[in-house]
T-cell receptor, first 118, second 111 residues
Framework: DADVTQTPRNRITKTGKRIMLECSQT?????MYWYRQDPGLGLRLIYY???????NKGEISDGYSVSRQAQAKFSLSLESAIPNQTALYFC?????????????????FGPGTRLTVL | GQNIDQPTEMTATEGAIVQINCTYQ??????LFWYQQHAGEAPTFLSY????GLEEKGRFSSFLSRSKGYSYLLLKELQMKDSASYLC????????????FGTGTQLKVEL
């Protein structure tokens, strides 16, 4: 079973609709992240959470909100979707200490959600 | 703020060696990661450098010079399956060790 899962994997919606993307992890990590990826712009951080009570805005949080329901779950919402939010969305997790590879903050990514807003 | 630069595209021949460069500017440097991402898939971890020098892992090696704000990823004995985007990402102590990603280098391996 995958350690980081995202639902849905694909979604097509219309302008103005509310959309929720969900992320779950079984890695036991405290830290979770939401990114969007656009061609030519790379991965950009939307929101991140270092534990259930600690949620922070990333570089492009406008138009998005998040909820950390539990250590293992981190949801991203688009309150009123617009076409320029069409993108590939990734959830990621990391531990706060050293990984088994001896790295700090190595992030593990979910499979992504391809969102299209018409 | 942080700034990460890497070439947009590179092409190399199967069996050859390719070097993908990454330059960065950041305060509170706390490590540099390389990820591989095949089209439409999740990024996967390749390597990590926090001290100057070369880290070797099979066909992949990564080098870091902190004084120059420079890293490279070296791929040897290229295979067709190495065709992918390679993402350079910097971890900095400001803001809780978040990763900032470069825009990625799209590598195409040809016969």
């Amino acid at each position: 079973d995958a350690d980081v899962t995202q639902t849905p994997r694909n979604r097509i919606t219309k302008t103005g609709k509310r959309i929720m993307l969900e992320c779950s992890q079984t890695k036991g990590h405290d830290r979770m992240y939401w990114y969007r990826q656009d061609p030519g712009l790379g991965l950009r951080l939307i929101y991140y959470s270092f534990d259930v009570k600690d949620i922070n805005k990333g570089e492009i949080s406008d138009g998005y909100s998040v909820s950390r329901q539990a250590q293992a779950k981190f949801s991203l919402s688009l309150e009123s979707a617009i076409p320029n939010q069409t993108a590939l969305y990734f959830c990621a997790t990391s531990d706060q200490g050293l990984s088994p590879k001896g790295t700090y903050n190595e992030q593990f990514f979910g499979p992504g959600t391809r969102l299209t807003v018409l | 703020g942080q700034n990460i630069d890497q070439p947009t595209e590179m092409t190399a021949t199967e069996g050859a060696i390719v070097q993908i460069n990454c330059t960065y500017q950041t305060s509170g440097f706390n490590g540099l990661f390389w990820y591989q991402q095949h089209a439409g898939e999740a990024p996967t971890f390749l390597s990590y450098n926090v001290l100057d020098g070369l880290e070797e892992k099979g066909r992949f090696s990564s080098f870091l010079s902190r004084s120059k704000g420079y890293s490279y990823l070296l791929l040897k004995e290229l295979q067709m399956k190495d065709s992918a985007s390679y993402l350079c990402a910097v971890s900095s102590t400001g803001g809780g060790n978040k990763l900032t990603f470069g825009t990625g280098t799209q590598l195409k391996v040809e016969l």
